[in-house]
């Protein structure tokens, strides 16, 4: 079946340093990869996508690579502000609607200046 | 205004009252979703629409009904309300036959029964 196991957090960084959050997939075909973003008292939104194997997806500094062979799409940021404190989710599709969307756990990510 | 609007945003109910949730959505999606989300679980698919003669269970149905009024609005009921159905609730909309289609979300309901 299909599952998607990120970092469990929480995790607090300082202004400007580096972030990962791990993303690693367990799918029977070929899916398509995605971050979410919910900041606080909102909706999540789509942050980036990947479709293929090797594509970047990329959006407001964060990137991630798929990586068919890790089966993972981590997510990193060079440099983070306090603007990016949210909870980010993994999630991954093999077909067409938002009902086949798999999501993890999420992490919940905290800015400090 | 949002594309994707949730009524309420909170409710405090008690256990056994019926409940309902709405959502509507400007977007013109033909599919809609309601998902629950709680701590440590991420989003758990609760019932879809592909339209509005389409309904269809999720991962997590037992307990809600649904009902598809229009293209727009899709509201979530809780017949009997118990307390483990204390959660998040989304509404989420997204376009027809695409790919990889990215999913849109209302600002969510949060629920307390008591």
């Known amino acids: 079946g299909n599952s998607v196991t990120q970092m469990e957090g929480p995790v607090t960084l300082s202004e400007e340093a580096f972030l990962t959050i791990n993303c690693t997939y367990t799918a029977t075909g070929y899916p398509s990869l995605f971050w979410y973003v919910q900041y606080p008292g909102e909706g999540l939104q789509l942050l980036l996508k990947a479709t293929k194997a090797d594509d970047k997806g990329s959006n407001k500094g964060f990137e991630a690579t798929y990586r068919k062979e890790t089966t993972s799409f981590h997510l990193e940021k060079g440099s983070v502000q306090v603007s990016d404190s949210a909870v980010y989710f993994c999630a991954l599709s093999e077909g067409t609607g938002a009902n086949n969307l798999f999501f993890g756990t999420g992490t919940r990510l905290t800015v400090i200046p | 205004d949002a594309d994707v609007t949730q009524t309420p945003r909170n409710r405090i109910t008690k256990t056994g009252k019926r409940i309902m949730l709405e959502c509507s959505q400007t977007k013109g999606h033909d599919r809609m979703y309601w998902y629950r989300q709680d701590p440590g679980l991420g989003l758990r698919l609760i019932y879809y629409s592909f339209d509005v003669k389409d309904i269809n269970k999720g991962e997590i149905s037992d307990g809600y009904s649904v009902s598809r009024q229009a293209q727009a609005k899709f509201s979530l009921s809780l017949e009997s309300a118990i307390p483990n159905q204390t959660a998040l609730y989304f509404c989420?909309?997204?376009?027809?036959?695409?790919?990889?289609?990215?999913?849109?979300f209302g600002q969510g309901t949060r629920l307390t029964v008591v």
């Open positions: 989420a909309t997204s376009e027809s036959g695409a790919m990889n289609t990215e999913a849109f």
